[in-house]
């Protein structure tokens, strides 16, 4: 982005409306997916930040988890990267027992087990899904359940 742009751009003054922010990152970005306005990016992420949506998700999936009775089943849906990204690693962390070197002798009973099973693979929209509802193309399904009162 050129100094010449920013310079312009800030002497126009404040931006009070969303069109106007809109026009002026689509002006600044370039465009490399000809479907996707560059705009909604930015609007995405400052609505990720406003409402601490990745905190919520750190949050609530202990919480849910502790929630659930035993053989419950906790399903859970991300619609972006970064919401999965910290699904995954609360399920791989529940998945992780004691870790115990290889040639350290120790027995079955003194390894703790895991607390949980996963249910089915990463589940993905189909074609058609997407083509009812293109909201969906983005989301991801993974679904666990709790199999012990540890953990």
């Not at 809109?22 to 705009?39: C, Q, R, S, W, Y």
């Not at 791989?92 to 004691?98: A, I, M, P, S």
Request: hydrophobic share 35%.
């Amino acid at each position: 982005m050129s100094e010449k742009f920013l310079n312009t751009e800030r002497k126009k003054g404040k931006i009070s409306r969303t069109t106007e922010l809109a026009e002026l990152v689509k002006k600044a970005i370039p465009k490399f997916d000809f479907k996707k306005n560059p705009a909604t990016k930015t609007f995405q992420a400052i609505r990720i930040k406003v409402n601490e949506e990745l905190l919520e998700i750190e949050q609530v999936l202990p919480a849910a988890f502790e929630a659930l009775e035993k053989n419950g089943r906790l399903a859970v849906i991300s619609f972006h990267s970064l919401e999965d990204r910290i699904i995954k690693n609360f399920i791989k962390d529940k998945l992780n027992t004691d870790t115990v070197p290889k040639k350290i002798p120790i027995i079955q009973k003194q390894i703790k087990s895991t607390p949980i099973k996963v249910i089915q693979k990463l589940q993905t929209p189909s074609e058609g899904e997407v083509l009812k509802n293109k909201r969906s193309r983005s989301s991801k399904l993974r679904v666990i359940e709790k199999i012990s009162e540890e953990g």
